[in-house]
């Protein structure tokens, strides 16, 4: 993906910066807020995978931190209540077993 140099001659190109694309219209756009791209002169954006989300410059997934979870929709979420998720990357949150409850932070359970 490139863009023309916005030199006022208009008469070279320029890659696309990581975190944005270039499909074929010439102007580097960025990338919906779920998708990241990783390479200079992209022509297309990628989904981050289950349990990681873009981080801020959407050019890597950052892993969703213990409490969350993401099912690959771009987007780390706490886990649903009386569940948890006890590590990073967690694609999905778990209840606890019976005698226990999930602690305050839902990275765990208690007795």
Do not use: K, M, R, W
Request: charged share 15%.
């Amino acid at each position: 993906g490139t863009e023309v140099d916005d030199n006022g001659a208009q008469d070279s190109c320029v890659l696309c910066e990581e975190g944005t694309f270039s499909n074929d219209e010439g102007t580097c756009q960025s990338c919906l807020s779920n998708e990241i791209s990783t390479v200079s002169g992209a022509t297309s954006c990628d989904s981050c995978p289950a349990g990681t989300q873009p981080n801020t410059d959407q050019t890597v997934c950052d892993l969703c931190s213990p409490g969350q979870f993401s099912i690959g929709d771009g987007t780390c979420q706490d886990c649903p209540i009386n569940t948890y998720s006890s590590s990073f990357g967690a694609s999905q949150c778990h209840f606890c077993g019976a005698g226990t409850e999930v602690n305050p932070t839902q990275t765990g359970c208690n007795l």
